[in-house]
């Protein structure tokens, strides 16, 4: 393992994918390998032994968004449509993915239809984000025979997967217990290890849990590009929380990227976080740091994935490099039903450099 500019590079072997969820490896979800990492030493652990590792004091962040099952077949086409999201002009994003699914089939053209499950239509409209485009996965597309997109993926569609599973796996997998509001097209993973008895276990140590919303769109495993704008809420008690934490002295540990990314647009340059809703573009990197969030629970992430610059830039490239190089060596397992990180500043750390 190395770095070139500042960002971690490695190679994962192919039986480091994780093939399945837990529970059909003989294992509770709260049972799988945790790696813990601090500035000063890396640990293995298992995730049910998060409230030890935890202090009194701490905040944990999580977000309560529900997976959707976002991927609908289309009449004619080899490939699925992944339905990344729907913008408030009542058009949808979409993915047409290559018959293998190894890929997106980049022959859409604006103008073409699609013809999905239940009668729907999808007008292909211009790439997304913006029109012009020379390349693009996704597009926006106009949908006719439909009003109700959640209704609509709950009849028809089924989970998004990737080749390295070995099974298709009911939606249900693809959920954390504390879902609440359905919206993202791909599972906040991060979240999924937490079973309702360690969630007791955490609050009962006197470990405070607080909500966002952040709805994740369909995520790029091939091209590992910058995640596109996505819908978000950050409800004010949540940011009286961290506030009052920081204020403290206490730890403000998020539970998976998108907490991070939902929180660090609603904080001001002199870190004071406020209540916010509505679309973020924000894309945290070594150059924009992260200004409140000072621990971060995390799945393992692909080599050249965009969300390693988001770790470097809450917790540095030299803790996620050793990290990722434990987890190499050790055969931790990869992807959304993998195994756990958690990033955390030394006991004596304040809350600015907590990881820096």
């Given at each position: 393992m190395n770095a070139s500019s500042g960002v971690v590079t490695f190679k994962i072997s192919p039986d480091q994918a994780a093939t399945s969820p837990p529970e059909h490896r003989g294992l509770r979800r709260d049972d799988i390998r945790l790696l813990v990492a601090r500035p000063s030493r890396v640990e293995h652990r298992r995730f049910t032994e998060l409230p030890d590792i935890l202090e009194p004091g701490d905040l944990l962040v999580i977000n309560t968004s529900g997976t959707l099952p976002a991927a609908v077949d289309a009449s004619g086409r080899a490939g699925a449509v992944h339905v990344s999201t729907a913008l408030d002009d009542g058009c949808w994003v979409v993915e047409l993915r290559r018959g293998d699914n190894r890929g997106p089939d980049q022959s859409l053209r604006p103008g073409e239809w699609l013809e999905l499950a239940g009668g729907v239509r999808l007008e292909v409209l211009d790439p997304y984000p913006r029109a012009g485009l020379r390349s693009t996965r996704l597009w926006r597309a106009r949908p006719t025979g439909?009003?109700?997109?959640?209704?609509?993926?709950?009849?028809?569609?089924?989970?998004?997967?990737?080749?390295?599973?070995?099974?298709?796996?009911?939606?249900?997998?693809?959920?954390?217990?504390?879902a609440a509001t359905p919206g993202s097209a791909e599972m906040p993973s991060a979240g999924r290890p937490f079973?309702?008895?360690?969630?007791?276990?955490?609050?009962?140590?006197?470990?405070?849990?607080?909500?966002?919303?952040?709805?994740?769109?369909?995520?790029?495993?091939?091209?590992?590009?910058?995640?596109?704008?996505?819908?978000?809420?950050?409800?004010?008690?949540?940011?009286?929380?961290?506030?009052?934490?920081?204020?403290?002295?206490?730890?403000?540990?998020?539970?998976?990227?998108?907490?991070?990314?939902?929180?660090?647009?609603?904080?001001?340059?002199?870190?004071?976080?406020?209540?916010?809703?509505?679309?973020?573009?924000?894309?945290?990197?070594?150059?924009?740091?992260?200004?409140?969030?000072?621990?971060?629970?995390?799945?393992?992430?692909?080599?050249?994935?965009s969300h390693l610059k988001l770790l470097e830039a809450v917790v540095g490239p030299d803790l996620v490099r050793s990290a990722y190089r434990a987890a190499v060596d050790h055969s931790y397992l990869w992807h959304e039903f993998g195994d756990s990180t958690v990033f955390l500043p030394d006991r004596q750390s304040t809350p600015e450099r907590a990881i820096r």
């Amino acid at each position: 393992m190395n770095a070139s500019s500042g960002v971690v590079t490695f190679k994962i072997s192919p039986d480091q994918a994780a093939t399945s969820p837990p529970e059909h490896r003989g294992l509770r979800r709260d049972d799988i390998r945790l790696l813990v990492a601090r500035p000063s030493r890396v640990e293995h652990r298992r995730f049910t032994e998060l409230p030890d590792i935890l202090e009194p004091g701490d905040l944990l962040v999580i977000n309560t968004s529900g997976t959707l099952p976002a991927a609908v077949d289309a009449s004619g086409r080899a490939g699925a449509v992944h339905v990344s999201t729907a913008l408030d002009d009542g058009c949808w994003v979409v993915e047409l993915r290559r018959g293998d699914n190894r890929g997106p089939d980049q022959s859409l053209r604006p103008g073409e239809w699609l013809e999905l499950a239940g009668g729907v239509r999808l007008e292909v409209l211009d790439p997304y984000p913006r029109a012009g485009l020379r390349s693009t996965r996704l597009w926006r597309a106009r949908p006719t025979g439909v009003v109700d997109l959640v209704a609509y993926l709950r009849r028809y569609g089924r989970p998004i997967s990737y080749g390295y599973l070995d099974a298709q796996y009911p939606i249900t997998a693809y959920q954390t217990v504390y879902a609440a509001t359905p919206g993202s097209a791909e599972m906040p993973s991060a979240g999924r290890p937490f079973s309702e008895a360690l969630l007791v276990r955490l609050m009962a140590r006197g470990i405070t849990v607080a909500p966002i919303v952040l709805h994740a769109g369909v995520s790029s495993p091939e091209s590992h590009e910058p995640p596109f704008p996505e819908r978000y809420e950050v409800p004010p008690v949540t940011a009286r929380l961290v506030n009052s934490a920081l204020a403290a002295g206490d730890r403000v540990i998020a539970v998976g990227t998108t907490v991070v990314r939902a929180l660090e647009t609603c904080t001001t340059p002199d870190g004071i976080v406020h209540a916010g809703r509505g679309w973020t573009d924000l894309v945290l990197n070594p150059d924009r740091p992260s200004r409140v969030v000072t621990g971060l629970i995390s799945g393992l992430h692909e080599p050249g994935a965009s969300h390693l610059k988001l770790l470097e830039a809450v917790v540095g490239p030299d803790l996620v490099r050793s990290a990722y190089r434990a987890a190499v060596d050790h055969s931790y397992l990869w992807h959304e039903f993998g195994d756990s990180t958690v990033f955390l500043p030394d006991r004596q750390s304040t809350p600015e450099r907590a990881i820096r």
